[in-house]
């Protein structure tokens, strides 16, 4: 007989498979195929480890990985919001939290607990991790727009000004990286791949 919390474990291993599913409006990197949520993630979580020495405070680098592997397997239920959405909220939702009850709960009660903690904390953004791992959200689709062309800024005729407020929450984790992002946007400007608003 197998312990009850390796059953349950293998239970959600199974469920966030689902994650793999859910597509993402930002598209590969000089690619029209379409991310989905499972590799956004992977690649966040390489970003936290290759990039972490640029965090404005020190990390703990192993919650940072865990953070943003975590933090879209809600996702699951309450589907993926654009961030330049104008119908619907990008906040936290009453959604995202009961998909992170349902999902996270599915784990033994102490890892539940803990994976429920580390998603809300992401969300929150107010601890150096959050505020570090909520930088690599932001700076991931960003590098890929700048690859495709202006990808989803061009596809869904978002300014500058708007783009420039989303990601401008990325100098919160690391300035240096924001100085780095601000260029990108001033230089997808002169290329004419992001317009100003008039």
């Known amino acids: 007989m197998f312990p009850e919390n390796l059953l349950k474990q293998i239970q959600f291993i199974k469920e966030i498979d689902q994650i793999k599913y859910i597509q993402r409006r930002t598209k590969l990197f000089n690619s029209d195929r379409p991310e989905n949520d499972a590799e956004h993630s992977w690649h ?3 970003m936290a480890v290759v990039l972490s020495e640029y965090s404005n405070e020190p990390v703990d680098v192993l919650k940072v990985v865990k953070m943003v592997l975590i933090h879209d397997i809600v996702e699951i239920d309450a589907g993926d919001t654009f961030i330049y959405d104008t ?3 990008h906040s936290n939702t009453e959604e995202e939290l009961l998909a992170a009850k349902r999902i996270f709960g599915l ?6 607990e803990d994976f429920i903690a580390v998603w809300e904390e992401f969300e929150a953004g107010e601890t150096h991790e959050a505020k570090f791992a909520r930088a690599m959200d932001r700076l991931e689709p960003l590098l890929q727009n700048t690859s495709n062309d202006g990808g989803t800024w061009k596809e869904f005729d978002v300014s ?3 783009v420039f407020q989303k990601k401008s929450i990325i100098k919160e984790g690391s300035d240096t990286i924001w100085n780095f992002a601000e260029q990108l946007l001033n230089e997808s400007v002169e290329k004419g791949i992001l317009k100003k608003e008039h």
Not at 107 to 112: D, G, H, N, V, Y
């Open 44 to 46: 966040l979580a390489m």
């Open 87 to 89: 119908q619907k909220n």
């Open 107 to 112: 784990l033994p009660k102490e890892q539940a």
């Open 160 to 162: 500058f000004e708007k």
